[in-house]
């Protein structure tokens, strides 16, 4: 054996070292700042790019933490890419520790979200049981707790899965059976057909007049967000973290039922996220008049594409505005009707709409 191969770390030494280093980074690490006035920050900025900015002891003491901070949490990072490259090549046998110590990081403010990164490489149990804590405690910033919940919820998929896979059978179903028996996702919308089918136009209308509430609802479903998953998650609102939970659980309309609404509204309060209902049983009215609402936007949308402006179709696009329920799609059908100069039937040359 040669000295090279006698003295090689093996590499559950190396990852063994990383976790080393990343503790002691931790403990050396200074303390986050208690926060600077507005013009301190505006004056940080300006000295990025005057390096010769005349400033007082006290400012420069200030900037000096300030870049001592970053450099550590920097140093902080660089670790816990190395320990998520060693985990996946299956080379971190101390998984507990690792979680222990990305906790520790999220608290103190350092690594950035590779902390988060690295607890859902981990995945199960470890990974798991301290992003549950971590959605949970106030204390940690709305960023990494955001974070943590996304992929909390993914780490938790399985689960949902599993529970889709249940026959509803004795389940308190919530949706009509017309509606049941739609082959689409109701957060995809109505599959699209290039020859819609009289039958096929026929069940849309069956299944919007079902569909349709018996009272105005007094906020509009389902509700609309122009943002972005990621480019606007400081603004996305709770109820599309809601949906992690719902869309894996119940993926079409005949799986829709009280119990497994009940069971998400448990689901979203492990998550942490900021129910607009207090008690399960007003989450689950409210997300099957949502999940309604969901299939109908997809129906109405699904006849303007197909240039459907048969009276029934603009009547019902007319309810479902009066009713506050899907109307943007309600009101795009009957602008597309007055645009094709159709307010009786199809424009001309359009697919036979059964009257």
């Known amino acids: 054996m040669t000295y090279d191969e006698e003295h090689a770390e093996v590499p559950e030494d190396r990852a063994t070292a990383l976790l080393g280093e990343l503790e002691t980074a931790l403990a050396a690490a200074p303390p986050r700042d208690s926060g600077w006035p507005d013009e301190l920050e505006d004056l940080w900025d300006r000295a990025q790019e005057e390096p010769g900015l005349p400033l007082t002891d006290e400012q420069r003491q200030h900037f000096a933490a300030r870049r001592e901070r970053w450099e550590a949490s920097s140093k902080v990072q660089r670790l816990l890419w190395s320990l998520r490259e060693a985990v996946h090549r299956c080379e971190l046998r ?119 509430p018996d009272e105005r609802l007094a906020s509009e479903e389902p509700p609309e967000w122009e943002g972005k998953w990621l480019d606007d998650a400081e603004d996305r609102p709770a109820w599309l973290e809601v949906e992690m939970v719902l869309v894996p659980l119940m993926l079409d309309a005949r799986l829709v039922t009280r119990e497994r ?70 009101t795009r059908l009957l602008s597309e009707a007055a645009e094709a100069g159709s307010q009786w039937g199809p424009p001309a040359g359009g697919r036979p709409c059964p009257p």
């Open 94 to 212: 101390a998984a507990s520790r690792a979680a222990a110590l990305a906790e520790l990081g999220v608290h103190a403010g350092l690594g950035g979200y590779d902390n988060i990164w690295l607890l859902r490489d981990l995945g199960r149990p470890h990974g798991e049981e301290v992003l549950a804590r971590l959605v949970m405690d106030e204390s940690v910033a709305e960023g990494d707790r955001r974070e943590a919940r996304e992929w909390l919820a993914r780490l938790r998929r399985p689960d949902y899965e599993a529970r889709a896979a249940r026959p509803a059978d004795g389940e308190d179903l919530l949706l009509p059976k017309v509606v049941r028996d739609l082959t689409c996702s109701w957060a995809g919308g109505w599959e699209l057909e290039d020859e819609p089918t009289p039958e096929r136009l026929a069940q849309a209308r069956a299944v919007l007049e079902a569909l349709l």
């Open 261 to 330: 609404l009940i069971w998400a509204w448990y689901e979203c309060e492990r998550l942490g996220i900021d129910l607009e209902d207090t008690n399960p049983e007003a989450f689950a009215e409210r997300w099957a008049a949502r999940i309604a609402a969901h299939l109908a936007r997809g129906m109405l949308e699904w006849l303007w594409r197909e240039g459907c402006f048969a009276q029934w179709a603009l009547d019902l696009a007319m309810r479902y505005i009066d009713r506050n329920v899907a109307v943007a799609e309600a």
